[in-house]
T-cell receptor, first 113, second 111 residues
Framework: DTAVSQTPKYLVTQMGNDKSIKCEQN?????MYWYKQDSKKFLKIMFS???????INETVPNRFSPKSPDKAHLNLHINSLELGDSAVYFC????????????FGQGTRLTVV | SQQGEEDPQALSIQEGENATMNCSYK?????LQWYRQNSGRGLVHLIL?????REKHSGRLRVTLDTSKKSSSLLITASRAADTASYFC???????????FGGGTRVLVKP
């Protein structure tokens, strides 16, 4: 069973389009995250949700809107995609917001053309 | 700049050799974690060391933490080709509930 699953794995789309990436975790964790990994492999946190409530928003453009319908899901919607949005996006979860290890999904490689 | 910064950025060794990589950070932390990322995959947690610990072992992994120098090291002993991956340190800061990652060390273990 996949602990943290995100779909799709690959996403190629044109500039200006709107797209969503879905994430689900079956670990019963309270906290979920979205990270962006750029071409140089730097991982930067974008959002963190604890029990469906936003707790971290790291100065991400408001074209990015996370949605958490329940604590097992954290989806990422991106409006008006730009070339600079091309990256690998990782969803992750942890038992709580403090101290514990994070479990990562396999990533979604987004390419904006 | 990144909270955690790994050094070196890349490392190439022969199977059987040890691999050592370092991580430096800037702010006070609750704990520091090391993760591995295989090419095209997600990150996998390896080991967590708390701010009041100095050394931790897990199998062939040895992690040290020096909070006075704000640095950590990861040692992989008797490396195998399967250890080829990128290794990231991540700090959990005292303020703000998030993990902050460095840029990673790419390790190539040649058979």
């Amino acid at each position: 069973d996949t602990a943290v699953s995100q779909t799709p794995k690959y996403l190629v789309t044109q500039m200006g389009n709107d797209k969503s990436i879905k994430c689900e975790q079956n670990l019963g964790h309270d906290t979920m995250y979205w990270y962006k990994q750029d071409s140089k492999k730097f991982l930067k946190i974008m959002f963190s949700y604890n029990n469906k409530e936003l707790i971290i928003n790291e100065t991400v453009p408001n074209r990015f809107s996370p949605k958490s319908p329940d604590k097992a899901h954290l989806n990422l919607h991106i409006n008006s995609l730009e070339l600079g949005d091309s990256a690998v996006y990782f969803c992750a979860s942890s038992r709580g917001a403090e101290t514990t290890e994070a479990f990562f999904g396999q990533g979604t490689r987004l390419t904006v053309v | 700049s990144q909270q955690g910064e790994e050094d070196p950025q890349a490392l190439s060794i022969q199977e059987g050799e040890n691999a050592t990589m370092n991580c430096s950070y800037k702010t006070s932390i609750n704990n520091l974690q090391w993760y591995r990322q295989n090419s095209g995959r997600g990150l996998v947690h390896l080991i967590l060391i708390r701010s009041n610990e100095r050394e931790k072992h897990s199998g062939r992994l040895r992690v040290t933490l020096d909070t006075s120098k704000k640095s950590s090291s990861l040692l992989i002993t008797a490396s195998r080709a399967a250890d080829t991956a990128s290794y990231f340190c991540a700090t959990h800061s005292s303020a703000g509930n998030k993990l902050t990652f460095g840029g990673g060390t790419r390790v190539l273990v040649k058979p």
